[in-house]
T-cell receptor, first 113, second 112 residues
Framework: EAQVTQNPRYLITVTGKKLTVTCSQNMNHEYMSWYRQDPGLGLRQIYYSMNVEVTDKGDVPEGYKVSRKEKRNFPLILESPSPNQTSLYFC????????????FGPGTRLTVL | SQQGEEDPQALSIQEGENATMNCSYKTSINNLQWYRQNSGRGLVHLILIRSNEREKHSGRLRVTLDTSKKSSSLLITASRAADTASYFCAPISGGSNYKLTFGKGTLLTVNP
């Protein structure tokens, strides 16, 4: 089944403890991106990647890192999480960039205490 | 990237009624996409309409695009309780900017 998977789905952590949220797609998509969704602020793009080893900042990249070493994986790294990073995170992928239909993962609900 | 602005922010209707949501944007587009999000879940792509198209249908969904007014509308006919969700538009410009921006969406509630 074609899908985007994220792990973990739920995470409660403490300020400053490094964490990684994994994202994987099995559709051989070139474009992958991360979003955070907060009440009243909608969906905001954090980082995106056009292909392996090609990443760039979205609208809210501060406090996050990404890497794209393989086509299928696009992990989101929070080196030192803070409470303002408490949010619902989504990974998405598409075959040919933002002009194309985006496939979203199920989401990761992160709470930073 | 540009952000679409959905209107209204919230809409409540009875089952069987039609629901219309609107999206406005600022600059010329390559295409415009509509997505649905059930509470707390990932967005699901509904329909893509290209800049040279004026209307597109998919099941009970009808999307129109007016590039002169820089606006689009999504019509859901004969709504069902299962249509309760947030709906987002994404106006996609061409060019080398690879960012993708979503608006705040329209929350549709369909009452049984």
């Amino acid at each position: 089944e074609a899908q985007v998977t994220q792990n973990p789905r739920y995470l409660i952590t403490v300020t400053g403890k490094k964490l990684t949220v994994t994202c994987s797609q099995n559709m051989n998509h070139e474009y992958m991106s991360w979003y955070r969704q907060d009440p009243g602020l909608g969906l905001r793009q954090i980082y995106y990647s056009m292909n392996v080893e090609v990443t760039d900042k979205g609208d809210v990249p501060e406090g996050y890192k990404v890497s794209r070493k393989e086509k299928r994986n696009f992990p989101l790294i929070l080196e030192s999480p803070s409470p303002n990073q408490t949010s619902l995170y989504f990974c998405a992928s598409s075959l040919a960039g933002r002009l194309d239909e985006q496939f979203f993962g199920p989401g990761t609900r992160l709470t930073v205490l | 990237s540009q952000q679409g602005e959905e209107d209204p922010q919230a809409l409540s209707i009875q089952e069987g009624e039609n629901a219309t949501m609107n999206c406005s944007y600022k600059t010329s587009i390559n295409n415009l996409q509509w997505y649905r999000q059930n509470s707390g879940r990932g967005l699901v792509h509904l329909i893509l309409i290209r800049s040279n198209e004026r209307e597109k249908h998919s099941g009970r969904l009808r999307v129109t695009l007016d590039t002169s007014k820089k606006s689009s509308s999504l019509l859901i006919t004969a709504s069902r309780a299962a249509d309760t969700a947030s709906y987002f538009c994404a106006p996609i410009s061409g060019g080398s900017n690879y960012k993708l921006t979503f608006g705040k969406g329209t929350l549709l509630t369909v009452n049984p």
